[in-house]
């Protein structure tokens, strides 16, 4: 496949409560023969569900989730990313891991926590954006609630994906849909975002929606409400041409006011 491709993979499922070995093996049946991906993208808290018990659930940072990951990765041949409950001392994070077939990883605490679901009483947030590369794209990771931060989502040629992994719920999910479009739009970037389907243990519904929009906002792939692995070439060429043609990014605000 051409180097300006990239490849992923987008798994919407229903997390098993505060289970992660069921959870590994529903991926693992989902993702079943895939090949040929570059990257493949999990919900938030995907081996738990979003529990607010950290201190039940959070696994040290090189626990069985992370070590997981790490071996999928090398196994398929391809880069993971999802974010997992962590403890490190008497802290707790919503950790989003990307895991790599040669063995690397790169981590990024989520930002915003959720108040309004009591996130920020349980977690510690982290403070620095991180980016990762894979064949030549730079990708922004961000979790859930952070979406709702265009300055923290703000591109300044930083990246050319953002990647979004999410526990959405089904009241709010028209934010979703809207949000997500909105930062492919004002960031001029391909948004590759997936969330959760089911109930959870506290009775909240999520119906999905994980999908992936280009840079002109378009939806070019959809999961709807479905389990399943969506999968999608995005094109940077495309990219290119585009932010050449519409370069909006070069009249963004410094926010140095």
Not at 84 to 90: H, K, N
Not at 97 to 118: E, V
Not at 161 to 173: G, T
Request: aromatic letters at 12%; hydrophobic letters at 40%.
């Amino acid at each position: 496949m051409p180097a300006s491709v990239l490849n992923i993979g987008l798994v919407q499922f229903d997390i098993a409560w505060e289970n992660p070995s069921e959870n590994m093996r529903r991926i693992d049946n989902l993702l079943g023969q895939s090949s040929d991906l570059d990257l493949v993208i999990l919900p938030e808290m995907w081996s738990t569900g979003f529990s607010m018990q950290p201190e039940k659930v959070a696994e040290p940072a090189r626990g069985t989730a992370l070590q997981w990951m790490i071996n999928q990765a090398r196994e398929r041949n391809t880069a993971i990313a999802g974010s997992i409950s962590v403890a490190e001392g008497a802290l707790y994070f919503n950790r989003w891991y990307c895991a790599f077939a040669d063995g690397r990883i790169i981590q990024y605490d989520k930002k915003h926590l959720f108040s309004y679901g009591r996130e920020d009483q349980h977690y510690t947030a982290g403070s620095t954006k991180v980016f990762i590369e894979i064949k030549g794209w730079k990708i922004m990771p961000i979790i859930c609630y952070d979406l709702r931060f265009p300055v923290w989502c703000r591109n300044t040629d930083s990246y050319d994906l953002m990647m979004v992994v999410a526990n959405w719920p089904v009241p709010r999910i028209h934010h979703w849909d809207a949000l997500l479009k909105a930062r492919a739009i004002e960031n001029q970037s391909y948004v590759a975002a997936v969330n959760r389907i089911g109930t959870d243990s506290n009775g909240l519904q999520y119906n999905g929606h994980s999908s992936v929009f280009d840079m002109n906002g378009q939806e070019i792939l959809s999961l709807g409400e479905r389990e399943g692995i969506g999968h999608v070439v995005l094109d940077k060429q495309l990219l290119a041409a585009y932010r050449d043609q519409f370069r909006f990014l070069q009249d963004r605000d410094p926010f140095t006011l």
